[in-house]
């Protein structure tokens, strides 16, 4: 599968010794270590380094990768696609796949691509998104949004990192693991009554 970037986690996690795809309850597959390597099969894996700062973090800065302002609504920062207003979104909402998805397109130059749905049957979903060309655009390089970076992560509110959820990290315990074979980080939402969606990742406390 668009989160991103993880060479540097990867590395960690071999001296110290972010999943995705299906409906809850479900076994998702594992997230990829080279974003996008396998041509889409795969969830990304993003997690960047797993050491947050010393300092114990930054003062909120970013703006969250997704928000839901209304029912059936999705609208996500185009800030982790490189400033890119046409993206494609990936996941296992309903008519799409890791592989293939709709287009989004940031209609109204406000920083942020819309996905509207007609409805989504109830559930919870897991997600991400990439950049793609514009009509009339010289093709992009399909890079995967890039959010996952834990030191990017403390960057963010807890509203904000309440939609992702990595692999790598135990919200129960508030610990990073380091015995992950594809560590990454995707969106999740759940779809209640009436098509109103909330976050679903495991991240909000994450320090």
């Known amino acids: 599968m668009k989160t991103s970037i993880l060479s540097v986690f990867c590395a960690f996690l071999t001296l110290a010794t972010v999943g995705c795809g299906l409906q809850e309850g479900d076994n998702p597959p594992p997230d990829c270590t080279t974003c996008g390597s396998d041509g889409g099969t795969t969830p990304p894996g993003d997690g960047g380094t797993v050491a947050p700062p010393a300092d114990g973090g930054t003062v909120p800065s970013n703006p969250a990768p997704v928000v839901s302002p209304t029912a059936c609504r999705l609208e ?21 796949t890791w592989d293939t998805g709709p287009v989004i397109q940031d209609s109204d130059s406000d920083g942020r691509l819309e996905y509207i749905a007609a409805t989504i049957v109830a559930g919870t979903y897991s997600m991400s998104y990439m950049d793609r060309e514009c009509p009339g655009q010289t093709p992009e390089t399909g890079a995967w949004a890039h959010y996952g970076d834990p030191e990017l992560l403390l960057s963010l509110t807890a509203d904000a990192r309440a939609w992702l959820y990595c692999n790598w990290y135990d919200a129960a315990t508030g610990t990073i693991l380091s015995d992950v074979a594809d560590p990454g980080c995707n969106i999740r ?4 009554a009436a098509c109103a969606i909330s976050p679903a990742g495991n991240m909000r406390d994450f320090h």
Do not use: H, K, W
């Open 189 to 192: 939402v759940t779809v209640g």
């Open 76 to 96: 996500f920062a185009d800030q982790y696609i490189s400033g890119s207003s046409c993206g494609e979104l990936r996941g296992n909402l309903p008519g799409m």
